[in-house]
T-cell receptor, first 112, second 116 residues
Framework: GIQVEQSPPDLILQEGANSTLRCNFS?????LQWFHQNPWGQLINLFY???GTKQNGRLSATTVATERYSLLYISSSQTTDSGVYFC??????????????FGKGTMLLVSP | EPEVTQTPSHQVTQMGQEVILRCVPI?????FYWYRQILGQKVEFLVSFYNNEISEKSEIFDDQFSVERPDGSNFTLKIRSTKLEDSAMYFC??????????????FGDGTRLSIL
């Protein structure tokens, strides 16, 4: 199956710093989503970004589908940004249905 | 904004018992999914459901598991003869269509299942 690799696995930042999280995938995909898992375990959808660039406040994401990677940018980080960030890719199988394959995540800790 | 709703938020069950996890997908969505996340690990696909039948399932989804859409709104995951290793967070998701732009999977808040 498709492989999804995220880097770095862990990241510690001072509040106010910027960061870039990376997601590499091993095959072509139909779609890609970025999630933030908060300390309560909820998966918060950040971006749905099969290609191109999107921005939402201090967060932005870019997917270069032809080179099989996506980047999540966090600017002016805040302590509430702490948690695990997951990349998930969607592929349509031979049977015509699709599933999401998740990476192992990047655990981000933003300290005051 | 419409949401996927999961109940209960936390379920504690004795090993060997059966458990049913419940989900109410977004009303106009046609595709439904269950995912599992063992503590500290990544989220894994279990099963997808469309047109009242399973469309895809992973190796994890063995005979111990079953899914059902008993009425027009609920989507359930049943786990029979629960084992300690079934302890995990279970997420339900739904989507309107598949494989098209601007049609992401929407996730519920999860049910944390603890097997004692």
């Amino acid at each position: 199956g498709i492989q999804v690799e995220q880097s770095p696995p862990d990241l510690i930042l001072q509040e106010g710093a910027n960061s870039t999280l990376r997601c590499n995938f091993s095959d072509s995909v139909n779609n890609l989503q970025w999630f933030h898992q908060n300390p309560w375990g909820q998966l918060i959808n950040l971006f749905y970004i099969p290609s191109g660039t999107k921005q939402n406040g201090r967060l932005s994401a870019t997917t270069v589908a032809t080179e099989r990677y996506s980047l999540l940018y966090i600017s002016s980080s805040q302590t509430t940004d702490s948690g695990v960030y997951f990349c998930a890719v969607e592929r349509v199988t031979n049977s015509g249905y699709s599933t999401l394959t998740f990476g192992k995540g990047t655990m981000l800790l933003v300290s005051p | 904004e419409p949401e996927v709703t999961q109940t209960p938020s936390h379920q504690v069950t004795q090993m060997g018992q059966e458990v049913i996890l419940r989900c109410v997908p977004i009303s106009n969505h046609l595709y439904f999914y269950w995912y599992r996340q063992i503590l500290g690990q990544k989220v894994e696909f279990l099963v997808s459901f469309y047109n009242n039948e399973i469309s895809e399932k992973s190796e994890i989804f063995d005979d111990q598991f079953s899914v059902e859409r008993p009425d027009g709104s609920n989507f359930t995951l049943k786990i029979r003869s629960t084992k300690l290793e079934d302890s995990a967070m279970y997420f339900c998701a739904s989507s309107e269509v598949q494989g098209q732009e601007d049609q992401p999977q929407h996730f519920g808040d999860g049910t944390r299942l603890s097997i004692l």
